[in-house]
């Protein structure tokens, strides 16, 4: 995917608290959480065979791919131009990845991406490269997206657009939430979106 023309950089992409914040964070959330990530890559690898870390491109910030780390939660991997999004008693899904997808254990690894610099702890999440190319066909706003770095959680998330998208409809909610996120963006927005993002982890009844 081509970066998105004119480098259009908004506040939340080039802020430095921002990114202060999102190493500190990172950081000191994987040594905390990594006895989790051990035990549970130690359950993967046990359960099924494949790669601990399921790898998959995304778009980033101004369209710029990045490869993006998770457990791997499925017996497959998809990567290509076509890309079936999770459902609900999916097939695909192993035993350890309903549960790791149902609490989002498996999106831990992403820390690393914040480390790295590919993501932020708060903005739009990032989709599958065939999902940006469909969606972006179809939604005239789906590109203002990438004014911001992709976040493990974001504003569509606690507003409970979260999940598979099952139509057009569904999508360009999330994307409209995402331009609400940058167009509003301060550090305290962002702490908001944090504290948030617990209660409807809990809540969430669309994830799997």
């Known amino acids: ?29 994987l040594i905390f959480f990594a006895p989790v990530l051990l ?48 459902r609900r008693d999916d097939d695909r899904i192993t035993k350890s990845g309903k549960l790791l997808r149902t609490t989002s254990i498996d999106e831990l690894p992403q820390l690393l991406n914040v480390l790295k610099g590919d993501m932020s702890l708060v903005g739009p999440r990032p989709h599958a490269m065939a999902h940006d190319a469909y969606y972006g066909a179809l939604i005239s706003t789906y590109n203002m997206r990438f004014q911001a770095k992709p976040g493990l959680t974001g504003l569509a998330q606690i507003r409970g657009l979260r999940g598979g998208t099952t139509d057009v409809e569904d999508m360009a909610a999330r994307i409209k939430a995402d331009i609400a996120y940058i167009d509003g963006w301060s550090l305290m927005s962002d702490i908001r979106i944090l504290l948030l993002t617990v209660p409807h982890l809990l809540m969430a009844e669309n994830a799997y």
Not at 13 to 26: S, W, Y
Not at 62 to 70: L, M
Request: charged fraction near 25%; aromatic fraction near 6%; glycine fraction near 10%.
């Open 39 to 86: 035990l549970a890559a130690l359950w993967i690898k046990l359960e099924s065979p494949g790669p601990v870390l399921f790898r998959q491109t995304r778009g980033g910030l101004n369209g710029r791919t990045f490869t993006i780390y998770k457990l791997r939660s499925m017996r497959c991997e998809e990567n290509g131009d076509k890309v079936t999004q999770a």
């Open 1 to 29: 995917m081509n970066a998105v023309a004119g480098e259009i950089l908004a506040r939340v992409a080039v802020d430095p608290g921002k990114r202060f914040i999102d190493v500190v964070v990172a950081a000191l959330a």
